[in-house]
Structures are given as structure tokens and as C-alpha cells.
DNA sequence: AATTTGACATATA
DNA sequence: CTATATGCCAAAT
């Protein structure tokens, strides 16, 4: 694994429940500003391996982009239960639920 | 080894 | 707001 890989599974980890993050976010802390779709990647790959947290993840618009539907709404029901407030129109509310991060590199791994 | 593929982002019109 | 284009990089095939 490069540390971008290993850096974004401890980020996903270590997401409070509340507070979610969005692909741009992660990537960009893990060290790869364009990455967003590797965060996706390791999400949907590792999810069952590390049992990461993958619903606390969406994209910039604070909307729940995912293919499958039963996983989308599996992700907003545990998002509602976790306390992330939702908007009037389906979507999260970035502004009061995302988790802002700054890592200190050797914090990590 | 080479190519395709993604739970996407950002820019531009 | 929608639509189209382009970049991006590691994992999967």
C-alpha cells in the first residue's frame, strides 16, 4: 500500500459518528489533493476488511451519490440515527456535519 | 505489463 | 440550476 492508501483508512476510521466527510476532504488530507476517487476505491475495497465507517463519507455537495440504493439509504438512515442533521432536500448538512481534519503526518501509521 | 474502472471533483458554459 | 469536459491515481481485471 502507499501511504495515501493507508493514510485515508485511518482518516475513514477515525470519523466521529456525527460528523461526515467528503471524498475531496479525505483525499486531499491523506496527501492526494485529486484523489477523491481513490478514497472511493478504498472504500468500497476495504470497507469489509477494515470496517471502516464508509457511510460517513459523501461527496462535496454534502448529497449521497452511491450506486446502490439499499446502501444509500442504509447510509442516511445510520446518518440520521448518528445525529447528522439533513437538509429539507435529502442532503446532509455539510456546514454543521463535516468533520474538518488536519492530520500532523506522523500522527498517522 | 497494459488497460479499464470507479460510493468523485472541479471548471467551464 | 443542468450539461459537458477534463483531470486524477490506485485497485481490479
Redesign the pocket.
Known amino acids: 500500500?502507499?501511504p495515501?492508501?493507508e493514510k485515508a483508512i485511518q482518516i475513514i476510521k477515525s470519523i466521529p459518528q456525527g460528523k461526515v466527510m467528503?471524498?475531496?476532504q479525505i483525499a486531499k488530507v491523506a496527501g492526494?489533493p485529486?484523489?477523491?476517487?481513490?478514497v472511493?476505491?478504498?472504500?468500497?475495497?476495504m470497507?469489509a476488511n477494515y470496517n471502516l465507517p464508509?457511510h460517513r463519507?459523501i461527496?462535496?455537495?454534502g448529497e449521497i451519490?452511491?450506486?446502490?440504493e439499499e446502501?444509500a439509504y442504509s447510509q442516511k438512515a445510520m446518518l440520521k440515527e448518528e445525529g447528522v442533521k439533513f437538509l429539507a432536500n435529502g442532503r446532509v448538512d455539510l456546514k454543521e456535519s463535516r468533520y474538518d481534519l488536519n492530520v500532523a503526518e506522523e500522527d498517522w501509521i
Request: without cysteine.
Open positions: 500500500m502507499n495515501f492508501t467528503t471524498y475531496g492526494s485529486r484523489g477523491a476517487r481513490q472511493v476505491r478504498v472504500l468500497h475495497s470497507s464508509w463519507v461527496n462535496a455537495k451519490v452511491i450506486a446502490d446502501s
